[in-house]
């Protein structure tokens, strides 16, 4: 158990809808990113935020939003859904605000379907 | 720009034989380099990373990997495979910048018995 939880496990919806998923970090860990991982494009960085503000930014769509609330937890919002968007979302967090140099614990994901 | 091949989507190996898994990457400026491992239905999770300091580095579950600048790799290797090591592999490389983070496409590492 990294100790980062996500919510839903799983979430089925239709084209054209509008859903949120949501990530709360390890205690005391300031950086929550979002990540994608889908058969067509394997694993994708999606964004990165750091104490409440926007930190870094990969292949995110402009349909897809997120943003961290002061007490850290994380919300990833994918409106205008489409099949192609069906994938396993993850979560992850870390201490420090660099994407790259320090260790990032993961979530379980939220598998979302698109139908 | 960076980015990561990871050549063999699939390898196979007998327990107890030696594991490699094949990465190469791209990157304008030095890298970071990372191994990630994905158990069945479970996140990712940091298995050793490469960040300018010793070459050869050394990670969890005595998986170890090594940076040559020269040949653009940072291969994974084992000595010994176990059955608990069946799993799926992520290479991924990020940049001094340290605004993007890049993956490959993963290798499933398959171990008989």
Redesign the interface.
């Known amino acids: 158990d990294?100790g980062?939880t996500q919510t839903p496990k799983h979430l089925i919806t239709a084209t054209g809808q509008r859903v949120t998923l949501r990530c709360s970090p390890r205690s005391g860990d300031l950086s929550v990113y979002w990540y994608q991982q889908s058969l067509d494009q394997?694993?994708?960085?999606l964004i990165q935020y750091y104490n409440g503000e926007e930190?870094?930014?990969?292949n995110i769509l402009e349909r897809f939003s997120a943003q961290q609330f002061p007490d850290l937890h994380s919300e990833l919002n994918l409106s205008s859904l489409e099949l192609g968007d069906s994938a396993l979302y993850?979560c992850?967090s870390s201490s420090q605000p660099?994407?790259?140099?320090f260790?990032?614990y993961?979530?379980?994901?939220t598998r979302l379907t698109v139908t | 720009a960076q980015s990561v091949t990871q050549l063999g989507s699939h390898v196979s190996v007998s327990e107890g034989a030696l594991v490699l898994l094949r990465c190469n990457y791209s990157s304008s400026v030095p890298p970071y380099l990372f191994w990630y491992v994905q158990y069945p239905n479970q996140g990712l999770q940091l298995l050793l990373k490469y960040t300018s300091a010793a070459t050869l580095v050394k990670g969890i579950n005595g998986f170890e990997a090594e940076f040559k600048k020269s040949e653009t790799s940072f291969h994974l290797t084992k000595p010994s495979a176990h059955m608990s090591d069946a799993a799926e592999y992520f290479c991924a490389v990020s940049g001094d910048n340290n605004n993007d983070m890049r993956f490959g496409a993963g290798t499933r590492l398959t171990v008989k018995p």
């Open positions: 990294s980062v394997g694993l994708q960085f930190r870094a930014k990969g993850f992850a660099g994407l790259a140099a260790e990032q993961f979530g379980p994901g």
